[in-house]
């Protein structure tokens, strides 16, 4: 059976590069109907915090890739020193300031022995030199020269285990099929092997990312696109438009599409097709893929979204909110968002008595009297029997005809003493969904005094 592991540390919040790791192992466990186990690996103390390991967890919650187990290595502190006591016991390892400790059966010191030791003493394993060859799951043959590689640290002098040595005895002991993680760990590998092999343990299947790097050209940093997850969500992405933009960081459907769900990729993916070149984060393409989600996302469900962000605004009531209004409106600018929250600063003047104005707009578009046109307009809508768009429509350009304008001419300043924009919905969209009172009321303010 296929098991597949995603083991963050728990010394800062889940980004990108992490997020994708935990994506291809969630995924790869679904096209395979296999496990996908999650590993908290906590073993820095002083680094890790709870606060972290909430924001994973939800983070992955969010983004849909459930776990079927979950572990801390926190808890397990007894099975490392138990399977670096076999080591010692060996004659594989030895304790640190000390030749390395011959075989003698009961009479080798054990790791919590070492441990507890005045001054700490750490456990280590012996190196030979030697070439490994990993055949890894997307690169192929990788070689490694292991007199490179210095004798490997098991137990620290603190007693917590070292990194690589709580991962290979976590990964068997879970029945780790395949590891499948960045290309930032094959340093790891050789490492790992050589402490599989010293341990007789089953060696799972390697499968070593590509990088992401920034548009740019250089690795990610909080400058450079090393946003957490929870920020994502906080800037109004929604999950399954992010998860679809890391399946691009690495993998494609082929036929050049770049929208695609994740019931459908679960069908396509094979780790035999995960790029070998550096992946590019490019956020316009996210924006781009964010959009396309919105537009096809049924209006119930995205009104459901704003509303929150409406209430964080103040510009709605959370019991009171009128939802087949405020999907009348979510109908009017949903093929132009980018992101949730493009929705409330875009759409604000729907939901207030006087809209907040554009000063450049004002000074662009209102700056001439307007005030006979407006007055007219206004005139016009309070007595329109029938108050709906095509009508709206009819009667503004009645009007502009009757005054020998161009229709644009004036389209321009109504909107800005509507809205207070200059974008927007269509004009006579805009004019029906606020109203019959709020349009005339807002054109009316523009009217001077006599005009």
Known sequence: MVRVRFAPSPTGFLHIGGARTALFNWIFAQSQKGAYVLRIEDTDAARSKKEYVDEILNSLDWL?????????????????????????????????????????????????????????????LKIEPRKIVLNDAIRGAIEFDTSVIKDQVLIKSDGTPTYNFACVIDDALMKISHVIRGDDHISNTPKQIIMYEALGL?????????????????????????????????????????????????????????????????????????????????????????????KAEPSDKLTE???????????????????????????????????????????????????????????????SDLSREFNM??????????????????????????????PKVLIHPVRVALTGKTIGPGLFEVIYYLGRERAVKRLLKWVKTGG
């Open 64 to 124: 849909g890739f459930h776990w079927d187990e979950i572990y801390y290595q926190s808890s397990r502190y007894d099975i490392y020193k138990e399977y670096a006591d076999k080591l010692l016991k060996a004659g594989k390892a030895y304790i640190s300031d000390s030749a390395p400790v011959a075989p003698s059966g009961q009479d080798a010191p054990t790791a919590a022995q070492v441990a507890a030791a005045a001054g700490g003493q750490a456990v280590i």
């Open 202 to 294: 089953p060696m799972p299947v390697f499968a070593h990312l590509p990088l992401i790097l920034s548009k740019e050209g250089g690795r990610l940093s909080k400058r450079k696109g090393a946003t957490a997850i929870s920020e994502f969500r906080s800037m109004g992405f929604l999950p399954e438009a992010l998860v679809n933009f890391l399946l691009l960081l690495g993998w494609s459907p082929g036929e050049n599409r770049e929208i695609i769900e994740s019931a459908e990729a679960i069908k396509l993916f094979d780790l035999k097709h995960v790029n070998k070149t550096a992946a590019v984060l490019d956020l316009d393409k996210l924006n781009w893929i964010n959009n396309q989600y919105l």
């Open 305 to 367: 979204e704003v509303i929150p962000l409406l209430v964080e605004k103040h510009l709605v009531n959370k019991e009171t909110a009128d939802r087949a209004y405020i999907r009348s409106i979510v109908e009017l600018f949903q093929a132009r968002l980018t992101t949730l929250h493009d929705f409330p600063d875009r759409a604000d003047f729907f939901f207030v008595e006087e809209p907040v104005m554009d000063p450049k707009a004002q000074e662009k578009f209102l700056k």
């Open 377 to 406: 307009f206004a005139l016009r809508l309070k007595t329109m029997p029938d108050y709906n768009i095509a009508a709206i429509e009819d009667e503004f350009r009645k009007m502009v005809a009757e005054l020998n304008m161009e």
